[in-house]
């Protein structure tokens, strides 16, 4: 089945240890997405991929960065987590660019909870 | 911030019974969609409403979207144990390429 997969489910990082996450789709989908959530919050936009097209949102920490090598993986590597940083990762795919139609629907992963000790 | 808010944050019913989910927003939309998420798991879709639309129906799904208020319900009908998760409203705005997550209504479905 066509899916967005995350690794790992769980990471456990210490303060200040870099950690990498791991996104892939089988979806063949040109964007990607990176979404925090904290504990009963709402998702929070990160930043995206169109194509190879690296778009941030403008309150995004530089902490934060990510990597699209191709169309099936996309990474989010955190360079200094902090104890803030402990939340639900997750990414999410669209066909294309969400612009008002009835495609735009995005898919998720199952999320890497991270925690930060 | 563009963040809408729903209603309420908790909703506890029995089984058979019919859940309403409310979403506020504070822009002008181009899309409403609704989305579910388990317990620590990704969200699934559910159902997208254009700005152009009143109401739309997927199953035991119905949705209405008031432009004119900047609202939308989701009604789950005849609501089972496993319909038990988070619901979502998140909105396309006009001239955006990103979702904008309401805050999220958790429903408990009891047996």
């Known amino acids: 089945d066509a899916m967005v997969i995350q690794n790992p489910r769980y990471q456990v990082t210490q303060f200040g240890k870099p950690v990498t996450l791991s996104c892939s789709q089988t979806?063949?989908?040109?964007?990607m997405y990176w979404y925090q959530q904290k504990s009963s919050q709402a998702p929070k936009l990160l930043f995206h991929?169109?194509?190879?097209?690296?778009?941030n949102e403008a309150d995004t920490p530089d902490n934060f960065q990510s990597r699209r090598p191709n169309t099936s993986f996309c990474f989010l590597d955190i360079r200094s987590p902090g104890l803030g940083d402990a939340a639900m990762y997750l990414c999410?795919?669209?066909?294309?660019?969400?612009?008002?139609?009835?495609?735009?629907?995005?898919?998720f992963g199952p999320g890497t909870r991270l925690t930060v000790l | 911030s563009q963040q809408g808010e729903e209603d309420p944050q908790a909703l506890s019913i029995q089984e058979g019974e019919n859940a309403t989910m409310n979403c506020s927003y504070k822009?002008?939309?181009?899309?409403l969609q609704w989305y579910r998420q388990n317990s620590g798991r990704g969200l699934v879709h559910l159902i997208l409403?254009?700005?152009?639309?009143r109401e739309k129906h997927s199953g035991r799904l119905r949705v209405t979207l008031d432009t004119s208020k900047k609202s939308s319900s989701l009604l789950i009908t005849a609501s089972r144990a496993a319909d038990t998760a988070s619901y979502f409203c998140?909105?396309?705005?006009?001239?955006?390429?990103?979702?904008?997550f309401g805050t999220g209504t958790r429903l408990l479905v009891s047996p």
């Open positions: 999410a795919t669209s066909r294309e660019v969400l612009a008002g139609g009835r495609g735009d629907t995005q898919y």
């Open positions: 979806l063949n989908h040109n964007v």
């Open positions: 998140a909105t396309l705005g006009t001239g955006f390429q990103k979702l904008v």
């Open positions: 822009t002008s939309i181009n899309n």
């Open positions: 409403i254009r700005s152009n639309e």
């Open positions: 991929y169109y194509d190879k097209d690296f778009n």
